[in-house]
């Protein structure tokens, strides 16, 4: 694994506009940042990230049915009685998901790490799918990489696939994000309604303010028709507290991601995998904030992390002497896991996490995230990748 700096293209921003890419810099900032590369060879992909990757996507699915069984685990997640049975009826009746990403501490020696699993609304995507894949094939054509350079992504074909094999479960897919003006949000969705349609899908788009309950308590679109299938870029504990919460497990609405989702997408995952898995070498050792065993971690340096955190608000890093690094937001009243203290490699003040991703519980692609510190922001800039043995 290395870090290359290499020349921009000169037209990238054309080539961006070309395929849609409007979010490649935000707030003035750079989010796609093409003035370095990092460097895999294939034994690295494929005997580490994702050899990792699938080893603990099986640990999780393992944890979905260990949390089911025990209520304190409901609990310890803030997972609402009310809504236990209906989450258990989406495991056990099989509903499938879609797609995730896990993000992972590594730096081309020791395992990869599991950082978190963004399990049910991860961003990131189309770059990763596509735009970075477009990139290659410039820089290959140019000769500013070998033409047996290669990278790891098939996710764009994944997507099709899977959304093919869910097209019979719902020939009608309605999908939503928040309005206001997201970029990323909205240009994730429309790349997944453009995937979604290659997969024989017919689909149709509205913003989560715009779904409505009928007075059977079923979701509707503007149009008052039903919406009989949902994917929604909307996290499930945002979902939990919207009014039309009671509505959730009466409706006939299948979503995507599925309910069960909400399980492994908390951050209490890690201190469930373990308890589960201790000394895993893909698992960093983690433990819900108030249990006694969380001392362990106090002498060594630890992450302090909300069950319900994202884009790296709110988590605080403790080092071994003390010394500590917070990062503001509004999480945390859900309760925090403390994982062992393992910040990403720096490679000339650049530190990379590796963004795994899973299509249909599968991986099949990465993309790589950078920040200016050991906390990944939403700030981080989107790097892209290559395999040149």
Not at 11 to 27: M, N, P, Q, S
Not at 185 to 208: K, N, P, S, W
Not at 356 to 365: A, I, K, R, T
């Amino acid at each position: 694994m290395r870090r290359v700096r290499c020349e921009e293209r000169h037209d990238w921003r054309a080539r961006a506009a070309e395929v849609g890419f409007e979010f490649h810099t935000t707030g003035g900032q750079r989010y796609w940042d093409e003035s370095a590369y990092y460097s895999f060879t294939l034994e690295e992909i494929e005997q580490n990230i994702e050899a990792a990757t699938e080893e603990v996507a099986g640990l999780c699915y393992e944890a979905v049915e260990h949390v089911l069984a025990h209520e304190r685990l409901l609990d310890r997640l803030a997972i609402p009685p009310p809504l236990r049975d209906w989450i258990a009826a989406s495991w056990t009746g099989r509903q499938r998901d879609l797609y995730g990403r896990m993000d992972f501490r590594y730096d081309g020696h020791g395992p990869p790490q599991l950082y978190e699993f963004n399990a049910d609304t991860p961003t990131g995507l189309f770059e990763a799918a596509v735009f970075q894949w477009l990139w290659l094939e410039d820089m290959r054509a140019a000769g500013r990489l070998p033409a047996h350079a290669d990278q790891f992504n098939t996710i764009q074909e994944r997507l099709i696939d899977a959304f093919a094999a869910l097209a019979p479960e719902m020939p009608r897919l309605h999908l939503a994000c928040v309005g206001g003006g997201h970029a990323e949000d909205r240009g994730t969705v429309a790349y997944l309604e453009d995937c979604a349609h290659q997969g024989g899908i017919v689909t149709g788009f509205l913003f989560m303010e715009e779904i409505g309950v009928d007075a059977a308590g079923q979701f509707c679109d503007l149009d008052d028709a039903p919406i009989e299938a949902l994917f929604k870029l909307y996290p499930w504990e945002w979902m939990l507290r919207e009014p039309f919460a009671v509505h959730l497990p009466g409706a006939r609405t299948r979503f995507i991601e599925p309910p069960w989702k909400m399980l492994i997408s908390n951050k209490g995952l890690l201190a469930v995998l373990w308890e589960m898995f201790p000394g895993h070498p893909n698992l960093l050792e983690a433990y819900f904030a108030d249990d006694p065993a969380a001392k362990r971690l106090a002498g060594g340096g630890h992450a302090r992390k909300p069950l319900f955190g994202r884009e790296g608000a709110n988590i605080r890093l403790v080092a071994e002497g003390g010394q500590s690094i917070d990062e503001p937001g509004p999480y945390g009243a859900e309760g925090h896991v403390v994982q062992a203290l393992a910040t990403p490699p720096s490679f000339d003040g650049n530190w990379p996490v590796i963004g795994s991703w899973l299509v249909g519980g599968e991986p099949c692609g990465m993309g790589v995230r950078e920040d200016d510190g050991p906390i990944t922001r939403n700030s981080a800039r989107f790097v892209p990748h290559a395999i040149i043995d």
